[in-house]
């Protein structure tokens, strides 16, 4: 099991996964908006999204955790 970590402070954009998706490793899961740019964050590994702890809108900090994987 894995976690997916903000890799900077920003806004979630776009969640791109649903619980029960099945990714694989370097897939997008969720784009950050910061500095008025778009940034994806890439799956760590291949796993199943068990559950997705941010929305849309929200705002995140660096090390916060986005998804959770089994």
Do not use: Y
Not at 13 to 34: C, P, Q, R, T
Request: aromatic share 2%; charged share 30%.
């Amino acid at each position: 099991m894995a976690n997916i970590e903000s890799p900077m402070a920003g806004k979630v954009w776009k969640v791109l996964v649903k619980v029960g998706d099945a990714i694989a490793e370097d897939d997008e899961v969720i784009i950050l908006e910061a500095l008025k740019m778009e940034n994806p964050v890439f799956a760590p590994e291949d796993g199943v999204v068990k559950e997705i702890l941010v929305k849309e809108g929200q705002q995140v900090e660096e090390g916060d955790i986005l998804v959770s994987l089994e």
